[in-house]
């Protein structure tokens, strides 16, 4: 059943969203049958009480029903695909569906590349693919495509630099792969991911110096991106534009983060310890006006995961936000260590990223993202007696 469910996921999330919950959901109604597999793992039992602490704020907000939507949409797009993930112990099936996600993934990624050029369709299953000539998509939100193109690039790179008993087709497949997503990553025109992007990349090849003392794949797969990218770069009046004319000062897009930041600052310290509750914090109209912050209406975040948190759920629910992290690092590092995991070293990278990146937006606040992240790490903690690799 759980090995059906997965499959489904790792095909469906790439197109919708709604698949994602759909079949995450329908899994969590059998949890009762693998419960003893499930009951002691820190991490559920973290995710639960920010959960059931959010929930309780949520009954004494003043916008009760943005509070629920909000505090669902955490328990749909982070512990239920965790569990989904985690209740599947076969680590060969495991290998297999996790390597479909990523083919189903890197073939919409290609189409979307496809579509900016105007080589193919702007949209698919009602889905933008991309926006010719600005970014690409790929079924999700640019920015958003961001987060899992540094995903895909982590698992791809890792894989190349630390797999052993790589074949010379498999080195070649990988080198290509990492230069898609490394491209893919710079036709999102995400400038938050281009920061989260470099920042990771400069750790993986950092700790592969450490690990290896060489330096020559990383050297040439960085400088054949570099050589595309640019020549991307000069043929894209949108893409200099958008990078030229970056400015704390007088680009929107900017400055409405900094003021978000700001205001989000200010409602937690006016609501230090328990926050001001779920969505609540675009609610304040009285701080935004403080600052001369003209928002938008259907403002749903203060760009910042971290700050949303804080402004939000107060002192108590960062706390509990920030320990829910530190032990989803904990088990992928622990994982790679005790076990060799080079899927808990790849997934630790890409979580790297998601965190720097939702320094400037709030990706892992849901649907897509933190459900293909949670996910993922869900399927490479559940624990087994054998080992996974990609093959």
Same mark, same amino acid.
């Given at each position: 059943m759980f090995e059906i469910l997965n499959y489904?996921?790792?095909?469906?999330?790439?197109?919708?969203?709604?698949?994602?919950?759909?079949?995450?959901?329908?899994?969590?109604?059998?949890?009762?049958?693998?419960?003893?597999?499930?009951?002691?793992?820190?991490?559920?039992?973290f995710v639960s009480a920010f959960l059931l602490y959010g929930f309780i704020l949520a009954c004494f907000c003043n916008y009760t029903k943005d509070a629920f939507e909000e505090m669902f949409t955490y328990l749909t797009s982070w512990l239920f695909p965790f569990i989904l993930g985690y209740l599947l112990t076969d680590n060969y099936k495991k290998g297999k569906i996790i390597k479909v996600y990523f083919i189903t993934f890197t073939i919409v990624i290609a189409f979307s590349i496809l579509s900016y050029f105007g080589l193919f369709f702007e949209r698919?299953?009602?889905?933008?693919?991309?926006?010719?000539?600005?970014?690409?998509?790929?079924?999700?939100?640019?920015?958003?495509?961001?987060?899992?193109?540094?995903?895909?690039?982590?698992?791809?790179?890792?894989?190349?630099?630390?797999?052993?008993?790589?074949?010379?087709?498999?080195?070649?497949?990988?080198?290509?792969?990492?230069?898609?997503?490394?491209?893919?990553?710079? *036709?999102?025109?995400?400038?938050?991911y281009y920061i989260a992007g470099f920042i990771t990349y400069l750790c993986m090849i950092v700790f592969y110096i450490f690990k290896t003392k060489k330096i020559v794949i990383p050297a040439?797969?960085?400088?054949?991106?570099?050589?595309?990218?640019?020549? *991307?770069?000069?043929?894209?009046?949108?893409?200099?534009?958008?990078?030229?004319?970056?400015?704390?000062?007088?680009?929107?897009?900017?400055?409405?983060?900094?003021?978000?930041?700001?205001?989000?600052?200010?409602?937690?310290?006016?609501?230090?310890?328990?926050?001001?509750?779920?969505?609540?914090?675009?609610?304040?109209?009285?701080?935004?006006?403080?600052?001369?912050?003209?928002?938008?209406?259907?403002?749903?975040?203060?760009?910042?995961?971290? *700050?949303?948190?804080?402004?939000e759920f107060g002192t108590i629910g960062f706390v509990l936000f920030f320990a829910m992290i530190f032990l989803v690092m904990k088990n992928?590092?622990?994982?790679?260590?005790?076990?060799?995991?080079?899927?808990?070293?790849?997934?630790?990278?890409?979580?790297?990223?998601?965190?720097?990146?939702?320094c400037f937006d709030t990706v892992l606040r849901g649907p897509r993202v933190a459900m293909d992240y949670f996910w993922l790490t869900g399927l490479i903690l559940a624990k087994s007696s054998n080992k996974t690799e990609i093959k």
């Amino acid at each position: 059943m759980f090995e059906i469910l997965n499959y489904i996921f790792s095909v469906g999330i790439v197109f919708s969203h709604v698949i994602g919950y759909i079949v995450s959901i329908f899994a969590f109604f059998f949890i009762y049958k693998n419960w003893s597999n499930i009951k002691n793992n820190k991490i559920i039992v973290f995710v639960s009480a920010f959960l059931l602490y959010g929930f309780i704020l949520a009954c004494f907000c003043n916008y009760t029903k943005d509070a629920f939507e909000e505090m669902f949409t955490y328990l749909t797009s982070w512990l239920f695909p965790f569990i989904l993930g985690y209740l599947l112990t076969d680590n060969y099936k495991k290998g297999k569906i996790i390597k479909v996600y990523f083919i189903t993934f890197t073939i919409v990624i290609a189409f979307s590349i496809l579509s900016y050029f105007g080589l193919f369709f702007e949209r698919v299953l009602g889905e933008p693919l991309a926006l010719k000539g600005e970014h690409i998509n790929a079924c999700l939100w640019h920015i958003s495509l961001g987060a899992m193109c540094v995903l895909l690039s982590s698992f791809s790179l890792n894989t190349l630099l630390f797999k052993k008993d790589l074949l010379p087709k498999q080195k070649v497949i990988l080198s290509l792969l990492t230069i898609l997503f490394i491209i893919s990553l710079y *036709l999102t025109s995400s400038r938050g991911y281009y920061i989260a992007g470099f920042i990771t990349y400069l750790c993986m090849i950092v700790f592969y110096i450490f690990k290896t003392k060489k330096i020559v794949i990383p050297a040439i797969l960085f400088c054949v991106s570099f050589a595309i990218i640019s020549v *991307l770069f000069f043929n894209s009046s949108y893409m200099k534009e958008r990078i030229r004319n970056t400015s704390v000062t007088k680009e929107w897009s900017v400055t409405n983060r900094i003021d978000s930041y700001k205001a989000a600052i200010l409602i937690f310290k006016n609501n230090p310890i328990f926050g001001v509750g779920p969505r609540q914090g675009v609610k304040q109209d009285e701080i935004f006006a403080s600052i001369n912050f003209d928002k938008k209406e259907n403002s749903r975040h203060l760009h910042s995961m971290w *700050l949303s948190i804080l402004a939000e759920f107060g002192t108590i629910g960062f706390v509990l936000f920030f320990a829910m992290i530190f032990l989803v690092m904990k088990n992928l590092y622990y994982e790679y260590k005790y076990n060799n995991s080079l899927l808990a070293l790849c997934m630790l990278f890409a979580w790297m990223s998601l965190l720097i990146g939702d320094c400037f937006d709030t990706v892992l606040r849901g649907p897509r993202v933190a459900m293909d992240y949670f996910w993922l790490t869900g399927l490479i903690l559940a624990k087994s007696s054998n080992k996974t690799e990609i093959k």
